[in-house]
């Protein structure tokens, strides 16, 4: 039985449900600019993501990762005080978010670096377990348009993945260049079916989503709610034009819950919004239970376990 690393150790496959692929639940991103970037209240998130155990969820993928404030020691606290199976990440965010080493590092430092992270484990100071596994590389992320030092940190991270035989999902800014990000995973080998190409709901152009989707890899649909960026009825119009193209199995959702001000005791939508107001959405215009679940179930436990199918 294929296992899953998480903040408190492997987990069977077979024993995950209904998965948020792409989700944070400890991140720090505040800056001068932005001082409210950031997801540090334990308590709050606790409250929120625990509401997902209610509708048969109990997996979070947590894509926060170095140079994002990522705090192992909390994750497994709250996976802990939930009852969330938590999925860790090892990797870089887009470039303005890269640690000064990065940005002096070879390819082949940033590679090493990862793949210890991967096999090795994470040393985390009062943890219990003490040492932390991640089980994805991501979010592994690209501006627009994509930087040299992004491509550098892209390529080290799609070796280091496919050395350690995890699978790896990309940040693409506002949906861009998921095609680029893409076409240089595969140039470094790692298999299709490893890959999720994020945030492609934030690019309405479902010819792109479909060009990803044929070759075998995954495309996300992980910011569902955040209508500031995009209308959701533009997110049901690509769901329901990529499952009638027959890519049904290659797409995956979350809310991409980044922030205090998104969370519902902050008058936000919280994690659930994906299952008590999308998902009915998605039957109102025809789906039937077998093609959602895919979205939330069958695809993210493929993805993570490595099933090719």
């Known amino acids: 039985m294929p296992q899953i690393s998480t903040v408190l150790g492997p987990v069977d496959v077979d024993r995950i449900e209904r998965v948020m692929i792409h989700e944070h639940l400890y991140i720090d991103l505040s800056h001068p600019g932005d001082p409210d970037a950031k997801l540090t ?38 996976a802990r005080r939930t009852g969330l199976h ?21 390819p082949e430092v940033i ?14 100071e009062g943890g219990d377990p003490p040492v932390v596994r991640p089980g994805i590389v991501a979010e592994i992320g690209t501006s627009d348009p994509i930087s040299p030092q992004e ?3 892209l390529r080290a991270a799609a070796r280091a993945a496919r ?17 680029r990000q893409l076409e240089i995973l595969l140039e470094e080998g790692v298999p299709p079916h490893r890959i999720a190409i994020g945030h492609q709901d934030l690019l309405d152009d479902i010819d792109v989503h479909k060009a990803i989707a044929s070759t075998g890899a995954y495309v996300q649909y992980d910011t569902v709610g955040k209508e500031r960026y995009q209308s959701d009825d533009v997110r049901i119009r690509l769901v329901r034009e990529m499952i009638e193209a027959g890519y049904g199995d290659r797409l995956m959702l979350s809310v991409d819950i980044s922030r205090h001000a998104y969370l519902t005791s902050r008058g936000g939508h919280g994690y659930a919004y994906l299952f008590e107001r999308f998902l009915p959405r998605l039957r109102g215009v025809g789906l039937d239970d077998a093609a959602i679940e895919a979205l939330v179930r069958d695809n993210p436990r493929r993805f993570l376990g490595g099933d090719e199918a």
Request: hydrophobic letters at 40%.
């Open 86 to 106: 938590i999925v860790a990440a090892a990797g870089f965010y887009y470039e303005r978010w890269h640690p000064r080493w990065v940005r002096e590092a070879s």
């Open 41 to 78: 209240d334990t308590e709050a998130v606790v409250t929120d993501a625990a509401a997902l155990r209610s509708h048969g969820c109990n997996t979070v993928v947590e894509v926060t990762c170095t140079g994002m404030g990522q705090n192992l020691q909390r994750l497994q606290d709250i």
């Open 163 to 179: 050395r350690a035989g995890v699978p790896l999902s990309t940040h693409a800014h506002l949906g861009s260049n998921g095609l």
């Open 151 to 153: 491509e550098k940190v």
């Open 111 to 124: 590679e090493e670096y990862l793949l210890r992270q991967l096999v090795d484990g994470v040393p985390v």
